[in-house]
């Protein structure tokens, strides 16, 4: 552990990010909700919509993380974000990267 050390106090981001992976194999991680940020073009939601988002997630019906890339911005659950907000709560837990997939995976060929 301690070559890790060395890179986390350098204050270099990258190997950071490469550290952490490391010690992170699941991606899986609590944030505080403050550390998240938002995409720059919002879809409009109604406030309804979030309410029982939220009234769902104080139910136990709705335990999904929020899906964030390496700067931490929202990938995916949004409105999820937006009910924990208005529930007060401090940390989510998050997935880093969880929704890349290589190219590869998705291409395919027809042969006769």
């Known amino acids: 552990m301690d070559h890790y050390s060395n890179h986390i106090i350098s204050g270099d981001t990258q190997q950071n990010t490469v550290v952490l992976n490391q010690l992170f194999d699941d991606n899986l991680r609590e944030v505080p909700l403050d550390k998240l940020r ?14 029982t988002i939220a009234d769902k997630i104080e139910a136990g019906v ?5 899906l964030v890339n390496e ?28 929704n890349n997939r290589s190219v590869a995976d998705e291409l395919f060929s027809i042969r006769k």
């Open 62 to 66: 709705i335990d999904d993380l929020l």
């Open 71 to 98: 700067d931490f911005m929202i990938v995916k659950g949004l409105k999820r974000f937006y009910a924990l907000k208005r529930l007060g709560r401090s940390r989510v837990r998050v997935c880093i990267d969880c």
């Open 38 to 51: 938002l995409p720059k073009s919002l879809p409009l939601f109604k406030l309804r919509q979030i309410q």
